[in-house]
């Protein structure tokens, strides 16, 4: 988990649908978890 949160973190992109679609397009991650890592990193999550 830690480390999809710091590919997050670590990424250009800054908002949250471009991040969301990054993670699928570039990862094969499912909406749902895309969504999740980037609300929770987005929101301060640590």
């Known amino acids: 988990m830690s480390e999809w949160l710091e590919l997050v973190r670590a990424s250009p992109?800054?908002?949250?649908m471009e991040l969301v679609s990054w993670l699928k397009a570039e990862y094969g991650l499912g909406h749902g978890h895309a969504n999740a890592l980037v609300?929770?990193?987005l929101a301060g999550g640590k």
Do not use: F, I, N
């Not at 992109?13 to 949250?16: E, G, S």
């Open 13 to 16: 992109l800054a908002r949250h």
């Open 39 to 41: 609300a929770h990193v």
